[in-house]
């Protein structure tokens, strides 16, 4: 019998969570937009439960323009009552607001870094408080358990897998060697 994280192991029926546990939770990602879709997501979590956000997400990805950057840090008014008005995700203005504010955080961020990937990796490795204390500074919206989890989520922090799960060398083998240490 194939063990994986105790997560999946206690939820065997949810084929959401199984699915994001097994293709993109611990996963390097490389693309802006990714990265910024995993930090909206996480965000959108807060107080919910993530299979709340893995249900929804393809009406996250409609509603936020596929998570181009560059458009959602241009959302008008009329860009935040649409999305207030839709049912289909969390609507919650904190939480809207925190994706148009992070996205023109972004845009910021590359003018110095390059991409947000090049930010993070300029910042790499930090401990979860470090982490912590310079997304606050920097970004809206962001406390320790979103940090964490979508530095986790993505592969910054370790801990996304147990190493008894079959997923954890999979994760591992993809990290580039100085993300390793």
Known sequence: MTTYCDYCNTHPEDTFN????????GFPLKNDDELFERLVLEI???????????KKADNFHKAYNKFKIEKIAKYTEADRAR???????????????AAIVNAQKILELRKEFGSFKGWLDANHPLTK???????KKTFVFTGGEIVNEFLMSTGYLPGAHQP???????????????MRK
Do not use: M
Not at 18 to 25: A, G, S
Not at 83 to 97: E, H, M, P, T, W
Not at 129 to 135: A, G, I, Q
């Open 129 to 135: 408080e470090e982490w912590t204390k310079l997304f």
């Open 44 to 54: 959108n979590q807060a107080g919910l439960s993530w299979i709340t956000i893995l």
């Open 83 to 97: 999305l207030l008005a839709d049912a289909g995700i969390i609507r919650n203005r904190l939480k809207v607001n």
């Open 18 to 25: 199984k699915n994001y546990h097994d293709t993109q939770y």
């Open 164 to 178: 008894d799960c079959p997923v954890y060398k999979k994760v591992a083998s993809l990290r580039p060697a100085w």
